[in-house]
């Protein structure tokens, strides 16, 4: 008998209203799995359908056309980073395999442990002290790190994604944490 995923309901993918089977079921065939988020907030259909809906919007685009805007892969740096600070098991777990094969680097993922001895390009320093300072410490973010930010090289809209990733994220661990979610063994080996 295995583990429960969850110290909530779960459902299973045959559970769910036809158009979130269809949603999560074009995931699955896609990964070879059921990533056990889905499940653990499945009983709550409406819930689900918000969260995946914010969740695409703010993590399936890249750059613009001009070339600017924060890549597929500094996406999910922000997830990461912000889910080792949150000591969100399920979310390094899983956005650590996707970064890692977003990077093709199979140690990608240790920014959550220590991302500030983490060696990072300029750009991905900017990026990763700006959602910390919003995760760690939000009552004292301040305009000074949208200018540092800003000075560094980032654009307005890309210092507004890594805040609207990082705030989600701060949702989506203490959803995480709240259910006890366990990350699927599948992730463990994905990207390395």
């Known amino acids: 008998m295995s583990a429960p ?4 309901p779960v ?3 045959e559970d769910l209203p036809e158009d979130l089977r269809r949603r999560i079921g074009a ?6 799995f059921v990533p056990n988020i889905f499940l653990g907030l ?10 995946l809906d914010l969740h695409d919007a703010l993590m399936d685009k890249g750059p613009g056309e001009d070339g600017t805007g924060l890549s597929k892969a500094e996406r999910e740096l922000v997830v990461v980073a912000t889910s080792g600070a949150n000591h969100c098991t399920y979310c390094v777990v899983a956005h650590g395999a996707i970064l890692r094969i977003r990077d093709k680097d199979p140690y990608a993922d ?18 990763v002290d700006l959602a910390l300072a919003l995760t760690r410490e939000p009552e004292r973010f301040t305009q000074g790190h949208v200018d540092t930010a800003l000075a560094d090289g980032l654009t307005q809209d890309e210092v507004w994604d890594v805040g609207a990733i990082t705030a989600f994220f701060a949702m989506s661990n203490r959803l995480a944490n709240l259910t006890a979610l366990a990350p699927n063994a599948e992730f463990g080996a994905m990207g390395r």
């Open 5 to 8: 995923i969850s110290r909530f």
């Open 11 to 13: 459902v299973g993918l």
């Open 27 to 32: 995931i699955a065939e896609k990964s070879g």
């Open 42 to 51: 499945g009983h709550r259909p409406a819930e689900l359908r918000g969260f």
């Open 110 to 127: 240790k920014v959550a442990v220590n991302p500030w001895a983490v060696a990072l390009s300029p750009r991905r320093r900017t990026i």
